[in-house]
């Protein structure tokens, strides 16, 4: 055995006359030796690093026996990967590093806002509150529809519930009700479902209004600068667009509800505008994830009238027209308003879910048109007979026919199903305690749309992404024909410029004309001179 | 996700409306122990619910030693009594991916009129059977199909040993803030497709043990994924637009994650359109 390179195993272990594999070195000063030449390589610092061997070793025997793990050896290497670590991260520069503000934390400042009571609150208020509110009990809602297996955390719940208090302590509210949610691609949407106190709504029509005449006055003054204009205009075109159908009046109809939107709980209500059938024709007809971005874009065709903020008002508007379902009430008035029948006994469960006819719905079903209640678009105003020409009233479309949805209070039975499924599928929450079961309904043409009943207490929610179930694929509609050209016609039909020599053959015609009349004016004159000669 | 973790997974879950009845859920505690004991599972994951038209199913899978080995699946429809349901095979998906509508909540349901190529209809036809394929089949080809297309998992949470077979990683402590919002984080937990196909100086940087799947980067149509911060910022949730209803869920800086469906199992096709 010739003498150990420092990098073999046995250096400084070998003494001559032993051999490097006996575990034993008789003498006890060259074992010494041995040791602590062992020991002086292991504390040999590493170049690169600063550390050394011995004291790795040993911060890492020391954790191994702390924490303990299983199996130590199967991940020994990640533990001493860690060790590591740790050690770089107590060599602190005299610069500190600044506490990272994480995203987290200004989030949880939101939240704990909703926590705080208001300020200047005192005991005065409490009663108010205790007494007749808006808010609704969104826990005991959440509870019912949890045995459904349908909602939110409790935890997110509970937020949502502070949020709505918020709200209701800022607008005048009458009635208020957590619509739902609505998920997208960024954020989400919190919905809450709201009617103002009478009279609360005229703010904003008369903002509508001052804008109105703002634009009224600019259509103005375009009218008089095309008129001094007048040349020769390109043929105009026969095309006239549909009329446009006005919405609904605010609290009537589709724009029954006014609805607020917030992403998460603590961010602010953002109200809604209300919904145009324009807008709800045209939903109808595309399919868009929402982004979460009120002021986003909706890109699709037909184009969108509106941006994000509308589409998810439309959206709002067909699922409850065609989901909000409740127990049977008798309803009061006309068709337009129903009451709460006071001597409504409730059903039992078993019954809610065997039939469907027990559920009505309560709001008014959205018409093709876009509204609720049709409205002819083609009365016309006085101004409007007295501008028409005759050839403009040639080309009106024929008459709509009337559209008449189904009445207000009916039975959710009688709704379409999609091909061979029914519409809605009822369920009862449990079948081990029937006594205390919640009957549930699941609605198959909007996946997503809850109701419940229990006893005298029911209602509804939505959790999806605001889209209505077709089990066919989504075909985007197609572009509209070709606009016709305008047919030929002299006016228009380009003619054939001359040739040369046809211009020379006519400007040769023309002279001799001129000539010939020339040689009869030349004639009469000659005529005349001669007239008057005699005369004279 | 972890059957053992199924109450709080729930609530990190829940930001879509989903969820299961207090019902369920404590029936399920008692019922997928019952599972591993019976099967003799290493682990038990409840994978979700498919909502019928007239009942729902609920299923668990089953792991064993090797995680990424084809896995057990169940399915129940009170979450009492479990049927263990056969493996997928390609036939299955083939034709499960011809059946349009929704599932009707009966697994002996049969659909009719499948569409397949002359030359099995021919071999059909001899045997005097019309094509029809079984609800249980649609099952199991649905939920091999989620599976495979949005099952996912955190990077680093699973390990490959030299010999093969895929473990949790001990030594995983969840991904960093930063880290949970950026889909190259997130892998397909799925024989990859695209590993190969990646550039040298890609495979260079990658760590053969850890990065042996395919990540969430490239997947088409580029979008089919939102990720979200859930509440107040401490839940990394992603939900997949391809098949509605699929939610994974993380919690940075901890080893809590999983997925779970709750939908109808019908895929989205008209995705291209809604992006």
């Known amino acids: 055995h010739g003498p150990y390179q420092p990098r073999e195993p046995g250096y400084g272990l070998h003494q001559p006359g032993h051999s490097p594999y006996d575990d034993q070195i008789p003498d006890p000063e060259s074992r010494m030796l041995a040791i602590q030449n062992a020991k002086a390589y292991l504390l040999k610092s590493s170049t690169t690093s600063g550390l050394n061997l011995y004291d790795h070793l040993a911060n890492m025997l020391t954790k191994i026996l702390d924490e303990q793990p299983t199996n130590a050896v199967d991940i020994i ?33 939101k939240r704990k806002a909703l926590f705080l009571k208001a300020n200047g609150e005192g005991d005065e208020e409490l009663e108010e509150e205790i007494g007749e509110t808006p808010l609704p009990n969104v826990m005991e809602t959440a509870f019912y529809f949890e045995q459904a297996g349908v909602g939110l955390s409790k935890d997110e719940s509970y937020h949502i519930f502070l949020a709505l208090k918020k709200l209701i302590s800022v607008q005048p509210i009458q009635t208020c009700r ?8 960024e954020m989400n949407y919190i919905i809450a479902e709201v009617q103002y106190h009478e009279g609360e709504e005229e703010e904003e029509t008369e903002e509508e209004e001052v804008i109105e005449e703002g634009g009224k006055r600019r259509g103005e003054v375009e009218d008089e600068d095309e008129e001094k204009e007048k040349e020769d205009e390109p ?29 998460e709980p603590g961010k602010p209500w953002v109200k809604l505008p209300p919904v145009t059938p324009a807008q709800i024709v045209c939903a109808r007809k595309i399919k868009k994830f929402f982004t979460g971005r009120l002021d986003a874009p909706v890109v699709s065709f037909p184009p969108f009238p509106g941006n994000e903020a509308n589409y998810l008002r439309a959206q709002i508007a067909r699922i409850s027209a065609e989901e909000e379902g409740d127990e049977e009430e008798e309803g009061g008035g006309g068709r337009d308003t129903y009451e709460e029948n006071p001597d409504f006994q409730p059903l039992s469960v078993v019954e809610m879910v065997d039939s469907l006819s027990t559920w ?25 007979e007295e501008d028409e020409d005759e050839e403009e009233k040639a080309e009106e479309p024929d008459e709509l026919q009337q559209e008449i949805g189904p009445p207000l209070l009916t039975p959710l039975s009688e709704d379409e199903g999609i091909q061979n499924i029914p519409a809605w599928t009822a369920q009862p929450s449990t079948n081990l305690i029937p006594q205390y079961a919640v009957a549930i309904l699941q609605s198959n043409r909007w996946p997503g749309a809850y109701a419940f009943a229990s006893g005298r207490k029911f209602d509804n929610i939505y959790f999806g992404w605001g889209h209505k179930y077709s089990p066919e694929n989504h075909t985007p509609a197609l572009p509209p024909p070709v606009q016709a050209e305008y047919p030929s016609g002299p006016e228009i039909t380009e003619t054939r410029d001359p040739t040369l020599e046809e211009e020379l053959a006519f400007k040769a015609a023309k002279e001799e004309a001129l000539a010939a009349a020339e040689e009869e004016d030349d004639e009469e004159d000659v005529e005349d001179d001669e007239e008057e000669e005699e005369d004279d | 996700m972890e059957a053992a973790l199924l109450p709080a997974a729930l609530e990190l879950a829940a930001g879509g409306g989903a969820g299961l009845s207090p019902e369920k859920r404590a029936v399920l505690g008692a019922s997928l122990l019952l599972l591993q004991r019976d ?85 059909l036809f001899e045997d005097g059977k019309e094509p029809t394929i079984k609800e249980e089949a649609r099952l199991v080809a649905t939920i091999e199909q989620i599976d495979r297309a949005v099952g996912i998992i955190p990077r680093g949470a699973f390990v490959k040993t030299p010999l093969g077979s895929v473990h949790e990683n001990r030594s995983f402590e969840g991904l960093s803030l930063t880290e949970a919002k950026k889909l190259s984080s997130y892998f397909h937990f799925t024989e990859p497709f695209n590993l190969k196909n990646k550039t040298l100086l890609e495979k260079a940087d990658l760590d053969p043990s850890t990065d042996f799947l395919d990540s969430l ?31 994974f869920y993380h919690v940075p800086m901890t080893k809590q994650y999983g997925y779970v469906y709750f939908g109808t199992g019908e895929k989205n096709f008209d995705l291209p359109f809604m992006l």
């Open chain 1, 77 to 109: 290497e990640n533990i001493s990967k860690d060790v590591k670590w740790a050690q770089f991260q107590k060599k602190m520069d005299t610069l500190r590093d600044e506490h990272e503000i994480l995203p987290t934390f200004e989030a949880a400042e």
């Open chain 1, 178 to 185: 957590f619509w739902g949610k609505i998920l997208g691609l």
């Open chain 1, 235 to 263: 043929p105009k075109s026969t095309y006239k667009p549909p009329p446009v159908i006005p919405k609904e009046e605010n609290g009537t109809g589709a724009n029954k509800y006014v609805y607020f939107v917030c992403n």
């Open chain 1, 360 to 384: 009505v719905h309560h709001i008014q079903n959205i018409l093709k048109q876009g509204r609720c209640v049709w409205l002819n678009p083609f009365q016309k105003s006085e101004e409007e």
């Open chain 2, 39 to 123: 099967y003799r599972f290493e682990r038990v994951w409840f994978w979700g619910c498919i909502q019928g038209v007239r009942g729902a199913y609920y299923i668990a899978e089953g792991l064993g030693p090797d995680r990424a080995a084809p896995r057990s699946r169940l399915y129940s429809l009170n979450c009492v009594e479990w049927s263990l349901l056969p493996p997928a095979t390609e036939e299955m998906v083939a034709q499960a991916e011809q059946l349009k509508g929704r599932f009707q909540g009966d697994p002996s349901f049969e659909y009719e009129h499948i569409e397949i190529n002359a030359e099995d209809a021919e071999r």
């Open chain 2, 217 to 247: 980067e490239h997947d088409i149509p580029q979008g089919s994924w939102t990720v979200q911060l859930e509440k107040g910022d401490t839940v990394v949730v992603l939900r997949s637009l391809l098949w509605l209803g699929l939610t």
